[in-house]
């Protein structure tokens, strides 16, 4: 391992110091953020900035030799495990979220353009074939979310993806099946909560879901290849398959970590040199939400074509998902519960004694969501080598008014689980919304990215 962390944080240092001394707006992306080839297949709600977090890695995998394996806890749509890609870094993440997963396996491989080529005209013709107007899907608010024909076309489509003999493939085409629902159903494009439009809109709107799909499904071709092709060119391709490891989970990262591989008749902990990680800004309800966001497209998709043995418990309702994810479970005494998080961060404990005027619902769901986002640690910390570099980019929202210092309160949270501040920049973003109470959004300017790294040994206690 490293012998001169400290050496190298200040090479780390003076690396980020000097794009920011050359260009002061270098790190807000203006004009330089765009999203091609695998980032694009489908619009996941607030997604990093590729640019910048491929700047990060590279800093990291040039600085620290080494570099081989990247951890990342909350996977969301693959931003960052696409771009570590481009260094044939091994990957390990994890999602809550079952549509998060189903992106990743599919950004991860294989790159078959050629073979996805011929295997699309054959789907296009069984549903073109399709005469049948059989409705495939049945949930609470069908009709609600869906007009009949719009169902109907849908419903071809998914028959016709059942079809497909390949895994890889059927996957490649939920995905671009998953961006079509978000296109042509009733909730409105403009929130990542479920809205229904205005009834006129909804009658007055004439789509083809399967007009929509092809022309998706064409795109994402296009964006295949292009990745394809990037990744060939850096020799990572073997027989189209990408020659990292790639190992992506549908996980609460609350729970322990436990991937292992074998050594000779032993099996040992799997560590990891480096995460680069954007968890949730605050609980999915009242910041972003993702589970909502996942809801209709899951309705469609067969689910164990995402994770084997994946059943429909995470859609008993549009809420289950967001339920599930961190601070989604409140307890009237949840303040009480996270006492000791407020003997570890100071940021946290003055966060909540600035809400106690407010509502108790206000005190609450920040007290549960970094009671939630404080369990992730040990876990994280756990599946990292010693010195191995953490790159966090976080946003501090507003609760009744009041900033919740998101950037202090993580840091102050790991360094006490066993971490070493090095250094954290602000960059200013065109944009990030976050509901702030139904129908409503704020939206964040800016956010931190934070470089820890771990130390020797965790030493303190579990929180």
Known sequence: MEQDP?????????RLKAWSEKDADYWSFRGRSTRKHLHAYFQYPAMMVPQMQGALIDAIVDIVPGTKSLYEPFIGSGTVMTEAMKYGLDIYGQDINPLAVLLCRTKSGPFYSEAAKDRIEQL???????GRCQIEADFPGLKKWFKDDVACELSKIR??????RFLWCRRFFWVALAETIRLTSNSRTSTYKLHIRSDDDIQTRCLSPIEMFTAVLEKNLEYLSEKKGILKARHLLRRGKYIGKVDIRLKDSSLQYDVQQATGQQTKQELHDILVSSPPYGDNRTTISYGQNAYLPLQWIDLEDIDEGLGAELLTSSYEIDRRSLGGSLTKKIVKEAEELLDVSKSLKETIENLKGEP????NRVAAFYRDLS?????????LKPHAYMIWTVGNRRVAGRLVPMDKILAELI?????????SFERLIPSKRMAVKAGDYM??????IIVMRRTESKGNAST
């Open 124 to 130: 296009k013709s069984r549903i073109q074939s399709d």
């Open 375 to 383: 369990r992730c640690i040990d876990p994280t910390l756990k599946a």
């Open 443 to 448: 939206t964040i300017r800016a956010e931190t």
């Open 6 to 14: 400290q050496g190298t944080d200040e090479k780390i240092r003076l």
């Open 415 to 423: 360094t006490y689980k066993g971490a070493e501040f090095v250094e």
């Open 360 to 363: 108790e619902d206000r005190q």
């Open 159 to 164: 028959r016709a993806i059942r079809s497909e």
